[in-house]
C-alpha cells in the first residue's frame, strides 16, 4: 500500500518545543513518534529549513535535531513553485504578506502531497485556504485534492481518549 505523502511546515516542526503551548507540544511529539515509525512519505522544503535557521539558538539546533530523527526529502526552490504561490496570491487565497505561506502550499501542491500538516491556523489550516488553493490547483491542471490540518488530525486516536487512559 502506498504511503501517504505529507508536507511539514515549519510550524510542526516548531511545536515540538513550544513552552506557550504544552496541548500542542504533546500532541507534536505523538505525531512525531508516528513520523519516525515510517509510517509516512515526509517532504519539507528548502524554505523551511530557512525559516529554521532564523530560530534562535538553541531552539535552532533542536529543531535539526529532531528533523535528523525521521526520514524526509528536502524539495528545491523552483519557478514552478514561486509562479504557483505568486498565482494563490493573485487569486486572493492569501495577501503577499503571507507569501511564505503560499510558498509552503505550492510545495506540497507541485510534489503532489496528499496533505499539509500544520498548527497554521491563521492563515493555512482555514476551509477559506483549503478551497483556495483547490481551486487555484485544479486551474493550473494539479488535479490532486490536498487537504491542510492539525498534527492531532494524523494521530491514530482521539486526544481526549488519550488523556482519559
Known amino acids: 500500500m502506498k504511503k501517504l505523502k505529507i508536507y511539514l511546515d515549519t510550524s510542526v516542526i516548531s511545536h515540538l518545543q513550544h513552552e506557550d503551548a504544552p496541548e500542542k507540544t504533546k500532541d507534536t511529539l505523538l505525531f512525531w513518534d508516528e513520523l519516525k515509525t515510517g509510517k509516512y512519505e515526509v517532504v519539507i522544503s528548502d ?20 528533523l535528523e530523527e525521521i526520514d524526509h526529502e528536502v524539495l528545491l526552490n523552483s519557478g514552478e513553485v514561486r509562479a504557483l504561490a505568486e ?12 507569501r511564505g505561506d503560499c510558498i509552503h502550499m505550492a510545495f506540497a501542491t507541485i510534489s503532489d502531497c496528499d496533505v499539509i500538516v500544520s498548527w497554521n491556523f491563521r492563515h493555512m489550516v482555514r476551509f477559506k485556504t483549503i478551497q483556495g488553493i483547490r481551486l487555484v490547483n485544479a486551474k493550473n491542471g494539479y488535479s490532486k485534492v490536498m487537504d491542510i490540518i492539525q498534527p492531532t488530525m494524523m494521530l491514530g486516536v482521539d486526544t481526549d481518549e488519550r488523556t482519559e487512559n
Open 87 to 98: 498565482d494563490y496570491i493573485a487569486n486572493g487565497v492569501l495577501t503577499r504578506k503571507n
Open 47 to 66: 524554505l523551511t529549513l530557512g525559516e529554521i535557521q532564523k530560530c534562535p539558538q538553541p531552539k535552532q539546533t533542536d529543531m535539526l535535531n529532531y
